[in-house]
């Protein structure tokens, strides 16, 4: 056996040892077997993934994948993020959704329902989303965690919005056993000329498998904002895949910080004319934390906008990995693509990786991309020590401002406010 035929080998028999440790999900209607035995042969053809997977090159998937999780110790002493928000709570504790401790999933304009029952359900909207976005973000690069997740997934909720919903709704995550392992699948259809907000916070587990599949039909906005933090030993996958129709606005945003190992996938893919995506992320840590942030953005229509926006905070050994890219098909005319992804490193042993990509067969387009890493200018801080502000205030006032071109792509003011009062506080316990 070659040296190529033996990697196969051994991710063919992680493939299998990932469906093992993971129970199958009690039988569902006939179309969501189907689509859970794709996802599982997908899975099984690609195999696990390993570090000569070129997007895993720079982020080591071992802990994601290598028997039981490592215990994570609990951190319990902050409020939860968007418990300053007014939003339709629904709470998960290590995976599992507690009714006992959710709000009444009764929103006007949006239909939410547990997972297993709609995929219980013969027939049912999410009979066209389950699997079918993930399984079109497979190309061109394996995404096998993703498949997992269809594969598995018992717990999370279906939300159809067919109007304005009055109130954000929120997953919140709770995490309290040391070792839990757990996998949540959502599904969100916004109808044509519907609104939401959908947030997302908590450690949710030790080791977490998460994915969302996000259809935004023609006219539809849906803004996704998650915080993640600020428990250090957890270890995350999550995956979103959006779709996008004409005249439809997406935007997502994700704040991380602390973390053994965070890897966020996101996949944006342009089908209908003039759709505005926007993917933005903050991440900020110290001592052994790895924050990857992997993009495909997909135009497939005209006159589309899309805007990726990544800034990370490194200190003390943290490491720190962006991989995005922008597709424009030849047919994708006047597109608008921007793509920049910073690190601002604040001492000699963080370290930064990106790989910024463009590919474009359309001829009338305005794409641009650009990457940079440096330390805090030391003439901006001296501006600051020299007017009385001391060090460690100054700095942290520097990272405020370098994150901020990030928490800007939230559209929500109040959100965002609590975004950066959030991250101030963090900062207040770390720059120094």
Known sequence: MDARARTQ????????????????????????????????????????????????RRTDPAPLV????RAAALVLDETPIFDEVDALRLIFVDGEFRADLSDDPTLDGVEIQPLQDALGADIHWAKGLFGALEAAGQDPVARPLAALNTARASEGFCVRVTGKSAR????????????????????????SGAEVTILENGPAAARINKAMEIDVAAGATCHHVRAEGRDHDRV?????????????????????????????????????????GHVAGAAIGAEGFRHDDTVFVTHDAERC????VFKKVLKSGAQG??????LVKKDAQKTDGYQISQALLLDEDARFDAKPELEIYADDVACSHGS???????D????????GVPEDEATALMVLAFVDEAVAEIDDEAIADVIRSRVAGWLDRRVG
């Open 66 to 69: 290598d028997g039981a999780p």
């Open 236 to 276: 995350s996958a999550s995956h979103i895949f959006a779709r996008l129709a004409e005249r439809s606005l997406f935007k997502s945003f994700t704040l991380t910080v602390n973390g053994r190992l965070t890897r966020n996938e996101t996949v944006v893919e342009f089908t209908g004319d003039e759709a505005i």
């Open 305 to 308: 906008e899309s805007r990726q």
């Open 372 to 378: 940079t890493c440096g330390e805090v200018d030391e």
């Open 168 to 191: 954000p709704i929120n997953f919140r995550y709770l995490h309290e056993s040391e070792t839990s392992d757990a996998v949540v699948r959502h599904l969100v259809r916004v109808e």
């Open 321 to 326: 990995v962006f991989q995005g890219k922008i």
């Open 9 to 56: 080998a051994v991710k063919a028999e992680l493939a299998e040892t990932l469906l093992a440790r993971h129970p199958a999900p009690a039988k569902g209607a006939a179309w969501a077997e189907s689509a859970r035995d794709a996802a599982r042969a997908r899975l099984l053809a690609m195999g696990g993934p390993g570090r000569r997977d070129e997007y895993w």
């Open 380 to 387: 901006a801080l001296f501006y600051l020590r020299s007017r």
